[in-house]
């Protein structure tokens, strides 16, 4: 089996390629686990070390759109699989709009004709967000997000995913693809540096103070983030692509599961693992730009369609935080709470 | 003020250009009534020769796309509003994939960065279908379609006309353009040549017994139908565009108020109103590929915003079918009932 991963340096990417490559294999769409034999990353950026030194991975560098286009990349009629993560983010897309329809509308198209055009069918994995949800005053999101509930975007960014997630399901209808739409949430504790996605101060807030670092905390304590942690986000997008049609139910993109938090209840949460030297390195300066996004995004999901599928939200935001400083230890400084 | 009709020489783009001709002004965005200079109907078929007399009528023969790409079209510039009614219809998009996405969502795009890119930021008036709402044994349609109801669309056609609606959204979120969206019932009787609309019989079956010829009808009489006249649509487009931004309410788009009716009740009116000699010339032979795409769509709707801006929904079909014999004299060969 040969398996794509767009934006396949990145984070999400580089951690979906080692889920699958330590796994092996894997069990599409109902079918039965088959061996992994190869997988490409695609992406702007070099694939990460340990990724580039398995025999099975292959690394396409280079802009998404220039790839799809380019005649000899043989790794998509190839692809049995496709995880189609690569896209601007959030406050880059909001702040550059051009580059928002490029790198989400354009490319998540110019993808989809690509595998129509090669007629392979393969699986697709398309990443939409929790972003696609945007309260309004003049329409305000229910207190509770369901499977059914109307999108309405205030952000370019959820606009771009909300669109995206009509094209998989209507290339996946007409038969071209076998996609599956997953809302990611706000992903927390991502390792790494800052990214341009309105939500980064996230994982900034855990991460940077863990490594002795200041950091800003843009909005106030009462914030409300519907979380995930990095595995239980690849666990939601690997059970995607396993799930058979009738497993997975109507087309319509699946929310994922997460935990139902706050700003300030994440920041505790710091203060009990790491100490109060660690919450004291939290710079609490408004950000308004970033709290106009994240504020328009709902905190609390009922992903009954995700749960029918066997996954769970992380328990509590403690644990989260020390499975961050399990798989990080180079990168956390701080003295640990017993 | 300036006026460009996309698909205006359409059966629905003429209409609306002839109210807007015989009015004279249009209230624009809650200001005031200005005077219409100007009405450009852009076109693959040349404007109707009633409108070609009118001094203010200029017509712009040509594929959408091709019109847009003119950098001499000038007209665009000079718009104070748009009503973009042009598109493939259902039938034909969902029998040719690549008509509806060039017709449908790439020529909508490239409306949408053409009016951004001269920043002229025009009243844009974007002519959505029920057809975004599907009903799928994975995902039953609600018994009434309420104005925060998830779109599910079961066809390209439908598909593409949501994916216009969010790009109208995000392109007014941005002050690109001043849009409104609003979704079309099945409009019935259309005068005129039968279409590629998988809606296309619910005209015809009245429309071709009142000319004295047979028609098909290839749905059983239970299947139900959310029906506008031709006055009531384009009163509903009309009135998007007279609508101030805090009238019109959320960027979502807007389902326009029909009557709940079905195919059988139709029949009935029609013999009502034009005797069994009329009613004997409907053929009732079921045609799957058009049952399929039409028992998709919804029958029944609660239009509470559409009400809000005091637009009312046809009264009953036999009153519809009235004004279509008043309307249009020379298409009637039936001696009507008393």
């Known amino acids: 089996m040969q398996i794509v991963i767009t934006g396949g340096a990145g984070f999400l990417g580089a951690r979906l390629a080692r889920t699958l490559l330590a796994q092996g294999s894997l069990a599409l769409d109902g079918g039965p686990a088959q061996a992994i034999s190869r997988i490409t990353l695609v992406d702007r950026a070099a694939a990460p070390a340990d990724l580039a030194a398995d025999a099975r991975v292959h690394s396409a560098v280079g802009d998404l759109n220039a790839q799809l286009a380019d005649g000899e990349a043989g790794f998509w009629a190839q692809a049995d699989a496709v995880f189609h993560l690569a896209a601007a983010v959030s406050g880059e897309c909001e702040a550059d709009f051009d580059l928002g329809m490029r790198s989400n509308f354009a490319a998540t198209h110019a993808l989809l004709e690509k595998l129509r055009a090669l007629g ?9 967000s929790l972003a696609v949800f945007g309260d309004s005053p003049a329409q305000p999101l229910p207190g509770v997000i369901e499977d059914h509930t109307l999108p309405t ?14 094209l998989v399901a209507d290339y996946t209808r007409k038969g071209f693809v076998r996609g599956r739409s997953v809302r990611l949430m706000t992903v927390s ?9 309105a939500s980064g101060f996230f994982s900034g807030m855990i991460r940077e103070p863990l490594a002795g670092l200041r950091a800003p905390c843009p909005v106030p304590d009462d914030t409300p ?3 995930a942690s990095p595995a239980r986000t690849i666990e939601g997008i690997v059970r995607a692509a396993e799930a058979s049609e009738s497993q997975w ?6 929310n994922l599961p997460s935990l139902a938090t706050t700003v300030g209840e994440m920041a505790a949460a710091l203060g009990r693992v790491a100490g109060p030297q660690a919450l004291a390195l939290l710079d609490r300066t408004p950000d308004p730009a ?22 769970m939200a992380d328990a509590d935001f403690d644990s989260v935080i020390r499975d961050y400083v399990r798989e990080n230890p180079d990168a956390v400084q701080q003295k640990l709470q017993a």
Not at 120 to 128: C, D, G, H, Q
Not at 189 to 197: L, T
């Open 153 to 166: 975007p205030q952000t370019s960014y959820g606009i771009q995913k909300f669109i995206g997630e009509q």
């Open 120 to 128: 392979t069918r393969p699986v697709l994995v398309f990443a939409s």
């Open 189 to 197: 504790v991502r390792p790494g540096r800052p990214n341009g996605a």
């Open 225 to 227: 983030v519907a979380l």
């Open 290 to 311: 970033i709290l106009r996004i994240v504020q328009s995004w709902p905190g609390r999901f009922n992903a009954a369609r995700a749960k029918a599928l066997g996954l």
């Open 249 to 254: 139910g109507p087309r319509t993109a699946m």
